[in-house]
């Protein structure tokens, strides 16, 4: 069974970037697509992007595009979210979870089966 665990949050200032991991240490991910959310105080968990892992191919929302980038680690078993140019509306829970999902599927958190449990981001102005 997938286990998912996310690394790498933290604090960092406004402008600076930071790089998050998402590691499976559970059953194989062949056939699995990806997905990296957040999800701020007191809002809903909001869908930033995804990954299949079978051929590599990234997804974004529009509102991280060009700012955030997402890739396969193959010697860490892991998905990674590149983030840049950290504004203080960063701030957030991210969360990396995911399923045997269809493409039209990829943003709506309900739709994945396996979520990791989560590291806080701060940035500070």
């Known amino acids: 069974q997938v286990q998912l665990k996310e690394t790498g949050g933290g604090s960092v200032q406004a402008g600076q970037s930071l790089t998050l991991s998402c590691t499976n240490t559970?059953?194989?991910?062949?056939?699995?697509?990806l997905g990296w959310f957040r999800q701020p105080p007191g809002k809903d968990r909001e869908y930033l992007g995804a990954l299949s892992w079978n051929d590599r191919r990234t997804y974004y929302s529009d509102s991280v595009k060009g700012r955030f980038t997402i890739a396969r680690d193959d010697a860490k078993n892991a998905m990674t979210l590149q983030m840049n140019s950290l504004v203080p509306e960063d701030t957030a829970v991210y969360y990396c979870a995911t399923g045997r999902l269809i493409l039209s599927s990829l943003p709506y958190a309900s739709n994945y089966n396996y979520w990791g449990q989560g590291t806080q981001v701060t940035v500070s102005s």
């Open positions: 559970g059953g194989t991910l062949r056939g699995f697509r």
